[in-house]
């Protein structure tokens, strides 16, 4: 854990942030000058992630290693960034979790700790660090949803609906602070290159022609932070096809989400 000098740069607090889009959007705030607040598991990784960000970059980290599907997460998130002295100006909830395969097979726990990261820590985080930005007319908070949030997916139904709620809780939050100083932005991504898909059950997730870099992912926030939108979904091949989706029949649209979520279900043998 780095011991925050209090200089001039920004910090921003980043979870999943070990590695995927997380590492690509501390990698990516700490070569724009922000100082960065790193939560994961592995605190291994996070330290690693941190050398880097201060060899490449002289940004200073603080390093969480936690379990946000656990209840006290939060708060001891929020207790140690108190305790560094640390005013954040930039929050980005971008760990979650998933699960692939027929929703009754797959043990219960799992989805529970599944809403648990997804939802209920993002809730809480949101909630402790804005109240700050709002006193202080100044912020920035980057939910990451998915592109699963716009259909109902078969074999992945949880998950999905944690990323519907995201979505639907972050345009919410656009609009309350709209003019504040405060800016929101919902993250949609497609399938990424990431070991995501494969932690959750999916065969040839990476292969998916539609994938995108994390990178790619992170320059669409970027973008899409500075002209204020609600919601950005990340590359043009995911933006057409929500677009195309939108035009079908529901039961059509339903019809073909599944033939493709049994593409990549696997069954346990």
Known sequence: MVTPSFNARRWVLITGASAGIGEAFA??????????VLVARSRDKLESLARSLGQQHGAETLVIACDLSQHDATDEIYRKVKEAGIRLEGLVNNAAIGAHGKFHEVVLDRYLSMIDLNVR????????????????????IINVSSTACYQPLSYSSVYAA??????????????????????????????????????????????????????????TAFRALKHDQPTAVSGWQNRLRLF??????????LAAVDVYQKTVHREER
């Open 244 to 253: 195309l989706e939108r035009l079908m029949p529901h039961r059509v649209l």
């Open 27 to 36: 990698r990516r705030f700490a070569r724009e000058g922000w100082n960065t």
């Open 121 to 140: 820590s993002l809730v809480q985080l949101t909630h402790l660090f804005l109240h700050e930005m709002m006193d202080r007319s100044r912020g920035m």
């Open 162 to 219: 944690t990323k519907s709620f995201v979505t639907s809780f972050t345009e919410a939050l656009w609009l309350e602070t709209k003019g504040t100083g405060v800016r929101v932005l919902n993250l949609c991504p497609g399938v990424t290159k990431t070991d995501f898909g494969t932690a959750a059950g999916m065969r040839n997730f990476r292969q998916d022609p539609l994938a995108e870099e994390p990178e790619a992912v992170v320059e």
